[in-house]
């Protein structure tokens, strides 16, 4: 399999992982007041329109790697993200991280190197 397949693969692994954290921080921006119209606008914060765009993106970007890259391989590769929102969470958000994410993530790790090769 050509690399740049391999690397478009990780790129949009790593622009769901981006989305997850903006989710994150558009949720903390969140102010919800019952079934109101603030409560409905608070939800499309520029954030939260930000993180759809690049969910939406990532989709599109998604169905064009499975055209060429074996699902199995994807979807291998797309396991990464278990790992990668952890550690985006705690370098970008200084959220905690525990050793059984770092122990699961090495695992996961591991699977991709297995189920890849």
């Known amino acids: 399999m050509p690399i740049h397949s391999i690397l478009l693969t990780l790129f949009c692994v790593l622009l769901i992982a981006v989305g997850q954290l903006l989710f994150?921080?558009?949720?903390?921006q969140w102010k919800i007041?019952?079934?109101s119209w603030a409560t409905i606008a608070g939800f499309l914060s520029p954030v939260m329109l930000v993180a759809l765009a690049v969910y939406g993106f990532a989709t599109l970007l998604w169905v064009y790697v499975l055209r060429t890259v074996p699902l199995s391989v994807a979807?291998?590769?797309f396991s990464?993200?278990?790992l990668i929102v952890p550690l985006l969470a705690y370098f970008v958000l200084g959220e905690r991280i525990g050793a059984n994410t770092l122990i699961g993530g090495a695992i996961i790790?591991?699977?991709v190197v297995v189920a890849v090769r």
């Open 24 to 28: 994150k921080a558009a949720a903390a």
């Open 75 to 77: 979807y291998a590769l």
């Open 33 to 35: 007041d019952g079934w």
């Open 109 to 111: 790790v591991v699977g």
């Open 80 to 82: 990464l993200a278990f």
